[in-house]
Structures are given as C-alpha cells and as structure tokens.
C-alpha cells in the first residue's frame, strides 16, 4: 500500500468517525469562523449599523403617525423587535458571502483535505454566523434602550428574546448558503437574498399594524413569518400571550431550515464531485 492510499484512507476513515467526532470537527469549524469574526469587528459593526440606523430614522419618522397619542418611547417599544429580525435577516447574506469567500479562495479545498467530516464546514458556518447574529441582537437591544425600549418580562424571556431571533435568522442562513454553493460571484449572493428580504421584512407588522395595510394585502402580512417574528418578541419584552408566536416563530424556522439545509448539502456535495 502506498503513503497516499494509506493517507486516503486515514481521512476517509476519520470521517466516518461517529457522531462525537462529528460534533467535534462542527465545533472546531465554529470556532474557527467566530475568531474571524472576532479579529474582523468592522464585519459585526457593519452588519448591525444598517437596522440602527434604521430604527432611528423610523422612530424619528414614524412615532408620531403610527402612535398618535403616545411618545417616541412607545413606538421604540413597538419598533425594536421588527429592527432586530430585520437586521439579523440581512445579516445572513454576509454569511452566505463568507462561505462563498471560502469555496472561491481555496480555503474550503484545504480544509476537505483535512481528516474533518464534510458536514462540519456549512454546519460550522452556520453555528459561527449564529454567534455574530447574537451579538447583533444584543447591540440593537441596548441601542433600543437608548430611544426608551425597555423590558418588562422575566429573565427567561430575556433570554428567549434575545436566542430566539438567533433561531430564526440562523434558519433563514441556509438560504444564504445554498446560493453561496450555487453562486459563480460573490455579488450574487447578495443579488439572490436582499429583492425578496426586503418586502419580506417590510411588507410585516413590524413597522405598523395590520390594519395599516390595505385590505387585500393583510392576508400575505398576517401569515408571513417575519410578522410572527415579531410578535414573538413583542410579547416576549412586554409580557402577555406569546406562546402562539414563539411556537409559529419556530416552526417556520424548523421548515425553513429542513428544506434549504437539504438543498444546500445536496449542492455542495455536487460542486465537490
């Protein structure tokens, strides 16, 4: 047998090393891509000042039209979540570029040489773009404060608050990497997520009630997941019954994440062969 079979085989048979390696070859991916993320800030300030700046020109804008009788406080209170899931949902497009970097430079080449299962290089990327999406959240709450947004629950609805969006946007991930995988530029990537993020998020209760649609419009806001997103955290920050939110907020994720985790192996798997 000669060194590069037995080579060969070394690999091929530390890939199929159970589900613990596996487990820990994700992990080792995950923390690779959060240093990158770490060592580059500009990446996280950069992502995260979009929806600030966002909430402040809609809190300035729209205060006094969708909240007549009350203060900038209150729209701030009505406004945050919707900032939250919006940002975190662009956010995904610098995910999806990032693993699309990797595959384009070689890097992705490299590390396939390596004795790690192939599983681990999207699901570490997904995991490590979790980690930045967190801390996005975080940065947007405290901006919130600033502009008078303020909890009112417990803290096990802080906590889900602040993991939820996390779930949800890291679901919508998928579909940043699966045209990553598909893409022949970086610029496609973004070309294929933001035409329908942008009515996705806007066309939502985010930003005003339902009722502030137009009739034959309502149907679309009512069911679009963003819209439960929101609500989700509404409830979450001010209290009252959000289980019906936070349930229909998973579930699209669970569905979502199902159909384009799918896709998006499949793809890689044959842009490998």
């Avoid at 047998?1 to 085989?9: C, Q």
């Avoid at 995988?181 to 998020?201: D, F, G, I, R």
């Avoid at 209290?239 to 019906?244: C, D, E, K, L, W």
Wanted: glycine content about 8%.
């Amino acid at each position: 047998m000669t060194k590069s079979s037995t080579a060969s085989n070394l690999v091929a048979k530390r890939r199929e090393g159970g589900i613990t390696r596996t487990l820990n070859d994700i992990a080792l991916i995950t923390q690779r891509n959060l240093l990158l993320d770490i060592r580059n800030p500009a990446v996280i300030v950069g992502a995260t000042g979009f929806p600030v700046f966002l909430m402040l020109i809609f809190t300035a804008s729209f205060a006094r039209v969708v909240v007549p009788q009350g203060s900038y406080a209150d729209y701030a209170q009505f406004l945050v979540p919707l900032s939250i899931v919006q940002g975190l949902l662009f956010s995904t497009t610098s995910i999806g570029t990032a693993l699309y970097n990797d595959l384009d430079s070689g890097m992705d080449t490299r590390l396939r040489t390596l004795p790690i299962a192939r599983s681990a290089l999207l699901a570490g990327r997904i995991l490590g773009g979790a980690g930045r999406l967190l801390a996005q959240v975080i940065i947007i709450t405290l901006v919130g404060y600033f502009i008078g947004f303020r909890f009112q629950t417990g803290i096990l609805s802080i906590i889900t608050f602040l993991l939820l969006p996390v779930i949800f946007a890291s679901a919508f991930s998928w579909i940043a990497v699966f045209f990553a995988v598909k893409a022949k530029a970086a610029e496609s990537v973004q070309v294929s997520m933001t035409p329908w993020l942008l009515p996705l998020t806007f066309l939502s209760i985010g930003l005003v009630p339902l009722e502030g649609f137009p009739e034959w419009l309502q149907g679309f806001v009512a069911i679009n997941p963003v819209s439960a997103a929101a609500q989700a955290l509404r409830g979450l920050a001010i209290g009252g019954s959000t289980i019906r939110f936070v349930l229909e907020t998973l579930l699209w994720s669970v569905a979502i994440t199902v159909i384009f985790s799918t896709l998006a192996i499949r793809a890689y798997q044959r842009r490998n062969v």
